[in-house]
């Protein structure tokens, strides 16, 4: 457990496969949609659970992912499997590592379900029914499709559109350049 008290003394690292993982830093698309879809799961959700963001999801010794968003039925420490209803991870720069990383690891540790919002594309990649390293069910959905959290069937679906920062905010670069004349 050292490993997990590390994980608070460094926030842009994650603990997978007790390989302590740095983080990607984030771009402002990626913070609007993490926003947005906080946003949207709080409004629809009950006291019941909670929506934990960009917090240690502590599957075991070894792992401690940092999912951007967390449905949990957890309401004190961090989350785990077993109070986990959905993941969320928002990619940009991370697609890949969040597809062959991330979503075997939560598949293994039974996660019901897990969505990739795809920044690029402007897509959701929904996860459902865990088996082994894999998910049985797969959808991809486009604006205006909507998603539904299969745990939560009685909150509304979201439109996928909602979730996404504007499209000319998706383009923006993260960094900006400031003029020396304009001082």
């Given at each position: 457990?050292?490993?997990?008290?590390?994980?608070?003394?460094?926030?842009?690292?994650?603990?997978?496969?007790?390989?302590?993982?740095?983080?990607?830093?984030v771009?402002?698309?990626?913070?609007?949609?993490?926003?947005?879809?906080?946003?949207?799961?709080?409004?629809?959700?009950?006291?019941?659970v909670?929506?934990?963001?960009?917090?240690?999801?502590?599957?075991?010794?070894?792992?401690?992912?940092?999912?951007?968003?967390v449905?949990?039925?957890?309401?004190?420490?961090?989350?785990?499997?077993?109070?986990?209803?959905?993941?969320?991870?928002?990619s940009?720069?991370?697609?890949?590592?969040?597809?062959?990383?991330?979503?075997?690891?939560?598949?293994?540790?039974?996660i019901?379900?897990?969505?990739?919002?795809?920044?690029?594309?402007?897509?959701?990649?929904v996860?459902?029914?865990?088996?082994?390293?894999?998910?049985?069910?797969?959808?991809?959905?486009?604006?205006?499709?909507?998603?539904?959290?299969?745990?939560?069937?009685?909150?509304?679906?979201?439109?996928?559109?909602?979730?996404?920062?504007p499209?000319?905010?998706?383009?923006?670069?993260?960094?900006?350049?400031?003029?020396?004349?304009?001082?």
């Open positions: 457990m050292a490993e997990a008290d590390m994980l608070r003394k460094h926030e842009n690292v994650e603990l997978i496969d007790g390989q302590l993982i740095p983080m990607s830093p771009g402002d698309p990626h913070v609007s949609c993490v926003n947005h879809l906080t946003r949207l799961l709080v409004e629809r959700t009950t006291s019941n909670m929506v934990s963001v960009q917090n240690p999801l502590r599957i075991d010794a070894h792992n401690a992912p940092e999912p951007d968003v449905v949990t039925t957890q309401h004190d420490g961090a989350p785990t499997p077993a109070t986990t209803l959905l993941v969320v991870e928002v940009d720069t991370t697609l890949t590592y969040d597809r062959d990383v991330k979503l075997p690891l939560y598949a293994e540790a039974e019901p379900e897990v969505w990739i919002v795809n920044l690029e594309a402007r897509q959701v990649e996860y459902r029914d865990p088996s082994g390293p894999d998910y049985t069910v797969r959808l991809l959905r486009d604006a205006p499709a909507t998603v539904d959290v299969a745990a939560l069937p009685d909150i509304a679906p979201m439109a996928v559109s909602s979730m996404l920062p499209e000319d905010a998706a383009n923006a670069s993260p960094e900006r350049t400031i003029d020396s004349d304009s001082t």
